[in-house]
């Protein structure tokens, strides 16, 4: 069974930066694509980032290009969503989800994975 846990939320100023964590007992993490989505009080659920584990190419939703930095240790099963001039409009609770399949296109869908964490809340202060 695979678990993932996210840790490292919290609250921010305007202009700041986070460093979210995930954290997967998965046996064969190496071959799976993690995302990150984000979801704000009233909205949808939106894909923030993934790196996929077939090409290990990185992607983003454009709002977050050149502020977020999505990266993985698989030695420690783990991928970091490193995140800088943030912004009120990025609070929300943050997953991330793993998906064992294969390709990357359609990993900013929330139906390729299969298995999700608990969330992280993170709170940007105006």
């Known amino acids: 069974q695979v678990q993932l846990v996210e840790s490292g939320g919290g609250l921010v100023k305007t202009g700041g930066s986070l460093r979210l964590s995930c954290g997967a007992s998965?046996?064969?993490?190496?071959?799976?694509?993690i995302g990150w989505f984000r979801q704000a009080p009233g909205k949808e659920r939106e894909f923030v980032s993934a790196?996929?584990?077939?090409?290990?190419?990185?992607y983003y939703q454009d709002s977050v290009k050149g502020r977020f930095t999505i990266s993985r240790d698989n030695a420690k099963k783990t991928v970091l969503l490193e995140m800088t001039s943030l912004k009120p409009e990025d609070a929300a609770v943050y997953y991330c989800?793993?998906?064992?399949?294969?390709?990357?296109?359609?990993?900013?869908?929330?139906?390729?994975?299969?298995?999700w964490g608990q969330g992280t809340q993170v709170t940007v202060s105006s």
């Open positions: 989800a793993a998906s064992g399949r294969y390709g990357d296109s359609e990993l900013r869908s929330s139906y390729w994975y299969d298995d």
């Open positions: 998965i046996q064969t993490f190496s071959l799976y694509t």
């Open positions: 790196i996929s584990w077939s090409t290990g190419s990185t």
